[in-house]
C-alpha cells in the first residue's frame, strides 16, 4: 500500500465520516441544509473513492473503506449521539478489524 492509497484513504475516511454526521444531525432536526451538505459530502467521498479504487484495486479500496468507517462511525455514534452498541454488534465489529488486518497484511505477488 502506498502512502499515497493511505492518504487518499483518510481523505475519503474523514469526508464519509462528515457525511454520516450531517445525516444523523439531519434526523434530528430535519434541517435541509444539513441534508444538502450530506449529499455533497457523499459525492465527493464517492469520488475520491475512484482515485483509491485505481491506487489499490476495487477490492481491497471498498473493503479497507467499508471496515474504516464501520469502526469510525461507531466512535462518532458513541461519543456525539449517545448510541450504544450490543454485545453481538460490537463482536461483529471485532470481526471486522480482525478483517481488516488481515487484509492489510503484506503479501508477496498481486494477482
Given at each position: 500500500m502506498t502512502p499515497a492509497f493511505l492518504l487518499w484513504l483518510c481523505g475519503a475516511m474523514a469526508t464519509f465520516l462528515a457525511a454520516a454526521t450531517a445525516s444523523r444531525a439531519y434526523i434530528?432536526?430535519?434541517?435541509?441544509?444539513?441534508?444538502?451538505?450530506?449529499?455533497?459530502?457523499?459525492?465527493?467521498?464517492?469520488?475520491?473513492?475512484?482515485k483509491l479504487m485505481r491506487e489499490g484495486g476495487l477490492g481491497l479500496a471498498i473493503s479497507v473503506s467499508a471496515i474504516a468507517q464501520l469502526l469510525l462511525i461507531n466512535v462518532i455514534a458513541f461519543a456525539i449521539?449517545?448510541?450504544?452498541?450490543?454485545?453481538?454488534?460490537?463482536?461483529?465489529?471485532?470481526?471486522?478489524?480482525?478483517?481488516?488486518?488481515?487484509?492489510l497484511f503484506p503479501v508477496g505477488a498481486k494477482s
Open positions: 434530528a432536526s430535519s434541517n435541509m441544509a444539513l441534508l444538502l451538505l450530506s449529499l455533497a459530502l457523499y459525492c465527493v467521498g464517492n469520488l475520491m473513492m475512484l449521539f449517545g448510541e450504544r452498541l450490543t454485545a453481538a454488534q460490537l463482536a461483529g465489529v471485532g470481526l471486522g478489524v480482525v478483517a481488516m488486518v488481515l487484509m
